[in-house]
């Protein structure tokens, strides 16, 4: 008698912490159909049900320096502030829309992270670099419209604060903008801050910070790359309590670019190694103006998030220091920061 076929165990799911959606489906990539093969990417609804990825924060990402009537994601600089907001919002209602039409669920409230299973992506709202917000007083309406964390700067720096890219501090409307983010409980992503910017951030708030999308600076060989974490960094987000997330932009994991599995677990445990392996995910920033040739060998699809679970399995990494790195790590995050649903 033939043996009877093996029943293939589901895969266990994942958190992704940044992830371009909508910046990809206003520049219309149909999110709802996998991408084509002929096309150079991998981000869409379908092909991260097959990680499976059942949480990630989706980003807001308005891109400056942008013609908006060719690209509706875009901007023309920080001084076009209706530009912007208008750029931000057309991205927000992509995800409303996306909603409403059952392809995903906006995660607004602690109770929203329970109740998965459905197949839907549940969606926690970044905003990638702050200049949609006009000001202090508009964070609110933000918020109301499902916005739970927020990073003040982009590569080219913003109103609110300097970037990676040109350096420059907090500003007095980014001070203002971290205040009213303070007293409706959202959460601070410093990827992109410059190294002063990163500084007068932890200065003027005493709340939980996160890096979403940044690797290690030291293992890249260039020590003045504010685009990553120095070790300092690494140690003030652990001490704040947060987590980090590990880009699979190839050029962020190896110096020429030519990023193996094996760089990406050298990044993770370099940040682990000093802040802990409570303290690592994945922030992949996949198709962030890039494509799949761009990942690293191995790591090219959601569907071979897989391979970083074994690599860090034969590095030692327990059963349960996988499970924090696959979900729980962010999971502990979101659920300490996001408001409970008014009774």
């Known amino acids: 008698m033939p043996d009877a076929p093996m029943t293939q165990l589901p895969r266990p799911p994942w958190i992704d912490a940044h992830l371009d959606l909508a910046m990809l489906g206003v520049a219309r990539r149909d999110l709802r159909r996998p991408v084509p093969a002929s096309e150079d990417g991998c981000l869409s609804l379908p092909d991260l049900a097959e990680a499976p990825v059942e949480l990630c924060l989706a980003t807001i990402f308005a891109e400056p320096g942008c013609d908006p009537a060719s690209n509706p994601g875009g901007y023309r600089d920080a001084a076009d502030r209706a530009g912007a907001a208008s750029a931000g919002r057309r991205q927000l209602e992509l995800y409303e829309r996306l909603e409403r039409e059952g392809h995903l669920r906006i995660v607004r409230h602690r109770e929203d ?13 970044l905003m990638e670099g702050a200049d949609p917000i006009l000001g202090g007083d ?26 990676n890219k040109e350096g420059g501090p907090l500003t007095a409307e980014g001070r203002d903008v971290v205040a009213a983010m303070d007293a409706l409980g959202m959460l601070h992503d410093l990827s992109h801050l410059s190294d002063e910017a990163f500084d007068d951030l932890l200065a003027a708030t005493d709340r939980r910070v996160v890096s979403t999308h940044s690797n290690v600076r030291r293992l890249l060989g260039d020590a003045a790359n504010m685009r990553h974490l120095s070790d300092r960094q ?21 110096p020429d670019g030519r990023a193996t599995l094996e760089h990406c677990l050298d990044h993770v ?3 682990a190694s000093i802040a802990g392996r409570d303290r690592v995910g994945v922030g992949s920033d996949l198709d962030g103006g890039f494509g799949a040739s761009a990942l690293p060998e ?46």
């Open 234 to 254: 690494i140690r003030a987000i652990a001490d704040r309590g947060g987590v980090m997330g590990l880009n699979l932009y190839g050029r962020f994991l190896a």
């Open 113 to 125: 992270l329970d109740g998965g299973g459905d197949g839907r992506l549940r969606i926690v709202v």
């Open 269 to 271: 445990e370099a940040i």
């Open 138 to 163: 508009d964070v609110a309406w933000w918020f109301e419209r499902g916005v739970r964390a927020v990073g003040l700067a982009w590569a080219l720096g913003t109103r609110a604060a300097g970037g």
């Open 298 to 343: 191995g790591v090219r699809h959601p569907r071979e998030y897989a391979a970083l679970e074994v690599g860090l399995a034969r590095r030692g990494w327990s059963e349960a220091e996988r499970a924090g790195f696959r979900r729980g790590n962010w999971l502990r995050i979101l659920r300490e920061s996001l408001p409970p649903r008014r009774r």
